[in-house]
């Protein structure tokens, strides 16, 4: 099932892992798919081992407003806060794009955390990672404009998953620009008049067929960024 390589599974034994893929489910949703939603009973934890796609994590309010927390992508996990305290789903996560999933049972993955501890060592430093980021969003969302958020949550993409090209650093993956108003509770509107000042300005190209967004000056970008942390 390739759960060695997931992140958190990186240091247990061969039998460790047997142990924990034994009564595991692989899946292989389509795109769109809604593989749990918040609110549902945290029955188990999901592994992405493969496939060019992501799991987007967020939520839907009542009038369909969406906020996207984070898009994982092979390696990670998700669904482990649930499993872990017991309690309902926290966010609703959604495949886009081709994944491939391990769903291992809430028991197995219990028992694997009780009995292997550098699979606690690593859960504990990939969850300190994710609430640092979670903290830097709410932070930002309290604090800076919305360009600045948006220019920091580019850098990092661009940083973390850009592939160089002539252009500059092209995200890897598919960012329609709801997307990224998603991923900031802002407005699609307000995402295009910003992409649209950047790309008069040359720090961004973005190919609105593809959905492709290329970082064309990093240095600007960061500037955007440090421009207001020097105020």
């Known amino acids: 099932m390739s759960l060695a390589s997931v992140h958190v599974f990186k240091g247990m034994t061969s039998a460790e892992l047997s142990q924990l893929e034994r009564g595991s489910l692989i899946l292989e949703p389509r795109d769109g798919?809604?593989?749990?939603?918040?609110?549902?009973?945290?029955?188990?934890?999901?592994?992405i081992t493969a496939g060019d796609g992501h799991v987007r994590i967020g939520a839907i309010d009542r009038h369909s407003k969406a906020l996207m927390v984070e898009m994982l992508r092979v390696g990670e996990i998700f669904g482990e806060i649930g499993v872990i305290d017991g309690s309902p789903r926290t966010a609703t996560a959604v495949a886009e794009g081709r994944v491939r999933l391990v769903k291992i049972r809430q028991a197995a993955f219990v028992a694997a955390l009780t009995n292997c501890p550098t699979l606690g060592e690593a859960l504990c430093r990939m969850m300190a990672q994710r609430l640092r980021r979670t903290y830097e969003l709410f932070q930002d969302a309290t604090f800076e404009t919305l360009e600045i958020r948006l220019a920091r949550q580019v850098l990092y993409l661009a940083v973390s998953e850009g592939r160089a090209t002539q252009q500059g650093l092209r995200l890897t993956h598919r960012l329609r620009q709801a997307d990224l108003a998603d991923l900031l509770g802002a407005t699609t509107r307000s995402i295009i008049t910003i992409l649209n000042a950047w790309r008069t300005a040359g720090l961004v190209v973005y190919d609105t067929d593809?959905?492709?967004?290329?970082?064309?000056?990093i240095a600007a970008m960061r500037a955007i960024v440090e421009a207001n942390q020097k105020r």
């Open 210 to 217: 593809r959905a492709l967004l290329t970082v064309t000056d």
């Open 33 to 47: 798919t809604e593989i749990c939603a918040q609110g549902d009973p945290s029955d188990s934890v999901y592994a």
